[in-house]
C-alpha cells in the first residue's frame, strides 16, 4: 500500500500511494509527526529497530489520520509514537484522589519486553513517567492503555509523503541500517469506526490497545480501559459497558512474534481535557464483569504544550458566555487564573477561589468541600474562619458558625443560642430542577486583598471581576440533577462554570460565575453598615472601629436563595499592606 526509501542524505522518507484513500496532499517535514518522532528517537537512543507499523485512523469524513507508529526493538521493547495534532509538555496524574504533575515532552509510550510495565518517555532526554502495570486478559494478551480524545481532530492528518529529518553522524551503523530497513519495509494498517448515532462532537474517541502473540485470538471482551465517571477526563456519565459498540482490529507487527489489537469505539461522554490515556493497572481476579472492569485506577491527562497567558504559576482560562441572552454583560467571556495550570471545569473536591488576580486585588479566598457522603461545605480560608454553610445531603442546610470555633472561643455565642444563622431546606422539587443553594457577591469596588496578603497560597482559581466597578461577580454553588455541566436559558447569563463535582452516581454541586449589577447589593450594604457604626457609637466604640475592619453580612434574594458578600466597614479600597 505503500513504497518507501531511505535518503543518503540522512533524511528518511516515507511516501504514501495513491491507492490510500483520504490521503492529504503535501508533504510533512514537521518534526512532531509521529513518523519523524519515531525515527529521531530510534537513532537518538541507538536503539535497532526490527519492524515499524504505521497505524491511521479513517475519520467520520473519510480523512486519514494518524493513530501512530508502533516499533519493535530488537531488545523487544514495544514502541508507541501517537499521532497526537499538538505537543504535549507536562503530564497531569491522578491516581485514587492524588494528583501530581511531571513536566516532560510527551514523545512515545514503551512497553517492556515482559508485557508487565510501561512508561510515558520523554522526547527531550530520557525522562520517563513510569505507569502501573497492564492488564492480564488471557491467552497470552495483555490490554496495554486506553487512550480518549475529544474527537478526531485532535489526530495528525496524514500526508502524501513525511520526512524525517535526521542527521545519522555519529549513530552506529546497525542501528542505521536497521532503521532503513524497518523503514522500507513499513507495514500500513487503516482502522476504521462506524459513525456514532449521535453527532461526534457530542462523543469521546476511544482507541484501546491489546498486545499479544501471532496465535492470540481477537479480544471481544468489554476490558477496554474505558474513562471512568466520576473521573478527571468526562464530565458526564458514561452509558454501561454492555452498550458500547466496539470495533475491533488486528495489527501484525511484520518480522516479530507480537501482534497487536487496536479496539475503537464511541464514548457517550464529554471530556474534560483534549486527550488522556486510562492505565488500567491491576484488577482482583474476582471483580465481575461490569462497569467496574473499565474503572480507571490510574489516569493520566496530557495538556497542551501552547500554554495560556500565565501570572506567577497561574494558568489563564477564558470560559465563554452564553451569547443568546440579550441581557448578557458587554464582555463577553470570563477569564481566570488558575494554579496548578487546570482545565476547567474543577471535577475534583476541594476547589479553592477568589475574585480578582494574582497580582493584583482581590477578595477573600473561599473553599467548596465535597464529602463522600454527598454533604457539600462553603467557607471562607482567611478572614472568617469561625463561619462556614452546610448543605447536608439530607435537606438540612445551615449557615451559621462552626462548631470547632465554639469550641475554642465560647464567648461568640450567647447561652441558649443556636450557632446557626439561618435554617432552610431545598425546594420540594429540587431532584428535577437546578437549584440555586448558595451565592458569594463579589462588588469589583470592594477587592481589599493585595498578593502581600496571600504569600504561600494554595492552588487557587482567581475569576477575573468586571471591569466597570458598578457591576460585581456571583459565584452560585448549584445542586443539579445530572453529571453534565449545566445549559441555562431563561435564567440569569452564566459566564462559566469553575467546577463540576459529583455527589452521587445522578448529581453534582457546580459552581457558576456570572457578573451582575451591583446597584441592589450596594444598597443593602450601606443601609448594614450605617446600622453597624450606630450600634458601634451607642456602645461607646464608634472611634475605636479600625480602618481595615472586615465584615460579613449575609441575606435572602429573590426566589429565597441565601447570599453572603464581604466588604470593608469604612469604604476603604484595600487593606493596608503587611510588614
Known amino acids: 500500500m505503500c513504497a518507501n526509501r531511505a535518503n543518503s542524505a540522512g533524511n528518511l522518507k516515507l511516501d504514501w500511494t495513491t491507492k490510500l484513500r483520504g490521503v492529504a496532499s503535501g508533504t510533512d517535514t514537521d518534526a512532531a509527526s509521529p513518523f519523524a518522532r519515531a525515527c529521531r528517537t530510534l537513532l537518538r537512543t541507538r536503539q535497532t ?88 486478559l488471557g491467552q497470552k494478551r495483555v490490554l496495554w492503555f486506553g487512550m480518549t480524545t475529544k474527537g478526531p481532530k485532535f489526530l495528525r492528518p496524514v500526508r502524501a509523503s513525511n520526512i524525517a529529518r535526521e542527521l545519522v553522524r555519529g549513530v552506529p551503523t546497525e542501528v542505521q541500517n536497521g532503521l532503513v530497513r524497518a523503514t522500507r519495509s513499513a507495514s500500513v494498517e487503516v482502522i476504521t469506526i462506524d459513525t456514532p448515532r449521535a453527532a461526534p462532537y457530542q462523543q469521546a474517541l476511544h482507541f484501546a490497545v491489546i498486545v499479544g502473540n501471532q496465535s492470540s485470538p481477537l ?132 476547589l479553592r477561589f477568589a475574585v480578582g488576580s494574582p497580582d493584583g486585588a482581590s477578595s477573600n479566598s473561599w473553599v467548596l468541600q465535597v464529602k463522600k457522603t454527598g454533604d457539600v461545605y462553603i467557607s471562607c480560608r482567611d478572614s472568617f474562619q469561625d463561619w462556614k454553610v452546610s448543605l447536608h445531603a439530607s435537606g438540612r442546610w445551615r449557615l451559621g458558625l462552626t462548631s470547632e470555633a465554639i469550641r475554642e472561643r465560647p464567648q461568640l455565642l450567647p447561652v441558649g443560642a443556636d450557632r446557626a444563622w439561618d435554617k432552610w431546606s431545598p425546594p420540594p422539587d429540587h431532584a428535577e430542577k437546578v437549584v440555586f443553594a448558595f451565592q458569594i457577591v463579589f462588588p469589583s469596588r470592594d477587592l481589599f486583598l493585595t498578593p502581600a496578603h496571600r504569600e504561600g497560597d494554595k492552588a487557587l482559581v482567581f475569576v477575573e471581576p468586571h471591569p466597570n466597578p458598578a457591576m460585581m461577580t456571583v459565584i452560585s454553588v448549584c445542586i443539579v440533577p445530572s453529571l453534565d455541566p449545566v445549559v441555562f436559558d431563561k435564567i440569569e447569563p452564566v459566564a462559566g462554570i469553575l467546577a463540576v463535582i459529583p455527589l452521587d452516581i445522578t448529581r453534582s454541586v457546580q459552581l457558576l460565575a456570572n457578573y451582575e449589577d451591583a446597584s441592589g447589593f450596594e444598597g443593602f450594604w450601606d443601609e448594614t453598615t450605617a446600622k453597624l457604626k450606630e450600634r458601634a457609637t451607642a456602645s461607646g466604640h464608634g472611634e475605636s472601629l479600625p480602618e481595615d475592619l472586615l465584615v460579613l453580612v449575609n441575606g435572602i434574594r429573590e426566589g429565597g436563595i441565601r447570599w453572603v458578600g464581604a466588604s470593608l466597614l469604612n469604604g476603604g479600597s484595600t487593606i493596608p499592606e503587611l510588614n
Not at 300 to 327: C, I, K, M, W, Y
Not at 334 to 347: A, R, S, Y
Request: hydrophobic share 35%; proline share 8%; glycine share 6%.
Open 219 to 350: 479480544y471481544r471482551g468489554r476490558v477496554l480501559a474505558i474513562p471512568d465517571e466520576p473521573g478527571p477526563f468526562v464530565r458526564s456519565q458514561p452509558l454501561s459497558p454492555i452498550a458500547y459498540e466496539s470495533r475491533n482490529h488486528r495489527v501484525v507487527l511484520s518480522g516479530t512474534t507480537h501482534a497487536l489489537q487496536v479496539a475503537t469505539v464511541w464514548v457517550p461522554a464529554d471530556m474534560v481535557g483534549s486527550v488522556g490515556f486510562t492505565c488500567p493497572g491491576r484488577i482482583p481476579f474476582h471483580t465481575k464483569i461490569s462497569r467496574k472492569l473499565t474503572t480507571a485506577i490510574k489516569s493520566l491527562r496530557l495538556l497542551l504544550a501552547r500554554r495560556p497567558e500565565s501570572s506567577r504559576g497561574f494558568e489563564r482560562n477564558s470560559l465563554g458566555v452564553d451569547s443568546q441572552h440579550t441581557d448578557a454583560p458587554t464582555t463577553q467571556q470570563l477569564n481566570c487564573w488558575v494554579k496548578p495550570p487546570t482545565v476547567l471545569p474543577i471535577t475534583k473536591p476541594p
Open 49 to 136: 529497530c526490527s519492524c515499524l507499523t504505521m497505524v491511521l485512523f479513517r475519520d467520520p469524513n473519510g480523512s486519514l489520520r494518524w493513530f501512530g507508529v508502533f516499533a519493535e526493538t530488537t531488545a523487544r521493547r514495544l514502541l508507541y509514537f501517537p499521532g497526537f495534532s499538538e505537543s504535549y509538555r507536562y503530564i497531569r496524574t491522578e491516581h485514587r484522589g492524588a494528583r501530581s504533575e511531571v513536566h516532560l515532552l510527551v514523545d512515545h509510550l514503551a512497553l517492556e519486553d515482559d508485557l508487565n510495565h510501561w512508561a510515558i518517555v520523554s522526547g527531550d532526554s530520557e525522562k520517563e513517567q513510569r505507569i502501573d502495570q497492564t492488564i492480564p
